[in-house]
């Protein structure tokens, strides 16, 4: 039973240019959160995505960063045009499918740092 | 806003002693409370989960109690190890139908040999 994977484990990037996160869930998981973590904070929600739906963007920045999770494939977190100020632990976590499980516990991945130059 | 409010000060006990944390949260009412165990360079790994509607929850050397008339919650580790030594967390969860966690920052315990 795998995991949720995150790639890249570590990710450094210069101011301007793109960074992009990958996570795949759970096997069998449609539910996916991703989190940023900057030192010495805690946790803070950024979005909510079910298959090819965003459901709760509230933590997301306005501008330069989006978030998918496509029929197929991982969910990424794309950062675009970086800047210093990103350099932190983005975390992803995955649920259960309605009816499946819990829905309230998250299985956290082993995160991104991002290191932004 | 809310706030959610860990001790930050690292909890340093003796092995084989009972570690407690608490958890205090203000302008929140949680449907259910979650603590977490994260280790350095490591995601969070999910410990326990208790409801509104329940006082105290267990799991193995684990004990959870949930006060929602003083908005808090606390966390024993009893016979504790130095194996426990991390840093835990608490998330509050609302029953909204969107599942975010809304996490405290975390207290550190070391537990010494």
């Known amino acids: 039973n795998a995991g949720v994977m995150q790639n890249p484990r570590h990710l450094v990037r210069r101011r301007g240019q793109e960074a992009r996160l990958r996570c795949s869930p759970v096997k069998g998981h449609s539910h996916v959160y991703w989190y940023r973590q900057l030192p010495e904070e805690g946790l803070k929600f950024m979005v909510y995505l079910q298959k090819e739906n965003i459901i709760d963007e509230s933590g997301m920045p306005k501008e330069r960063f989006s978030a998918e999770f496509p029929k197929e494939g991982p969910s990424i977190l794309r950062i675009q045009q970086v800047v210093r100020g990103d350099s932190a632990a983005y975390f992803c976590?995955?649920?259960?499918?309605w009816g499946q499980g819990n829905q309230e516990t998250q299985y956290f991945g082993p995160g991104t740092r991002l290191l932004v130059l | 806003s809310q706030k959610i409010e860990q001790n930050s000060e690292a909890l340093n006990i003796q092995e084989g002693k009972t570690a407690t944390l608490t958890c205090n949260y203000t302008?929140?009412?949680?449907?259910?409370l979650q603590w977490y165990r994260q280790d350095p360079g490591r995601g969070p790994v999910f410990l326990l989960l208790i409801r509104e509607n329940e006082k105290e929850k267990r799991k193995e050397r684990l004990k959870v109690t949930f006060d929602t008339t003083l908005k808090q919650s606390l966390f024993h580790i009893t016979a504790s190890q130095p194996a426990d030594s991390a840093t835990y967390l608490c998330?509050?969860?609302?029953?909204?139908?969107?599942?975010?966690?809304?996490f405290g920052t975390g207290t550190r315990l070391l537990v010494s040999p």
């Open positions: 302008n929140y009412s949680p449907a259910y």
């Open positions: 998330a509050l969860g609302s029953n909204t139908g969107f599942q975010k966690l809304v």
């Open positions: 976590a995955s649920s259960p499918t």
